[in-house]
């Protein structure tokens, strides 16, 4: 009995042709499904990032108002108040907008970074209407009524 034991251990040299190709195969089925989800998330996560910024940029003008009694008439003066907010959402300063009319109601913006480029904006008006909305509408996290 312990002599074919043995007998078989030795003879058994490594995985079949069979055995290595099945493994592959399942490699190869589970990479197909969890590459579109990583790719999904990294992109939810910019958008979350650009929406997470344009909320910050909106603090900020609001705090600017109650010190100057007007809104800020760019990004830069935001950036006086909050100093987080000269860390772009995607790297690029021309992309964030602050739009003011009359001191008395404001329109920001930020674009999302990577394949959905999406642009989320909240605006104020003057009698105080705080809207929020991106585009284009149904891409990455903004939903088809284009309202976040």
Same mark, same amino acid.
């Given at each position: ?12 040299? $490594?995985? =079949? ?13 589970? /990479?197909?499904? &969890? ?5 999904? *998330? ?5 958008? /979350?990032?650009?929406?997470? %910024?344009?909320?910050?940029? *909106?603090? /900020? ?9 007007? %809104? ?29 009319? /009359? ?6 913006? &930020? ?8 642009? %989320? ?12 909305? @991106?585009?284009? $509408?149904?891409?990455?996290? @903004?939903?088809?009524? =284009?309202?976040?």
């Amino acid at each position: 009995m312990l002599h074919t034991l043995r007998q078989r251990a030795k003879d058994e040299q $490594g995985f =079949t042709l069979i055995e290595l190709l099945v493994v592959i195969l399942i490699i190869g089925i589970l /990479a197909a499904i &969890a590459i579109p989800s990583f790719i999904s *998330q990294k992109d939810k996560a910019n958008d /979350a990032s650009a929406k997470s %910024y344009v909320r910050n940029m *909106q603090t /900020a003008e609001e705090t600017y108002f109650t010190d100057n009694n007007q %809104y800020a008439p760019n990004p830069a003066a935001l950036v006086a108040i909050e100093p987080s907010l000269a860390n772009y959402p995607d790297g690029v300063a021309g992309d964030v907008t602050a739009a003011t009319t /009359a001191g008395s109601d404001f329109t920001i913006s &930020a674009k999302s970074k990577g394949a959905s480029g999406v642009v %989320y904006t909240i605006s104020r008006t003057a009698t105080g209407v705080i809207s929020r909305t @991106c585009a284009p $509408g149904g891409k990455g996290g @903004c939903p088809a009524s =284009t309202n976040w």
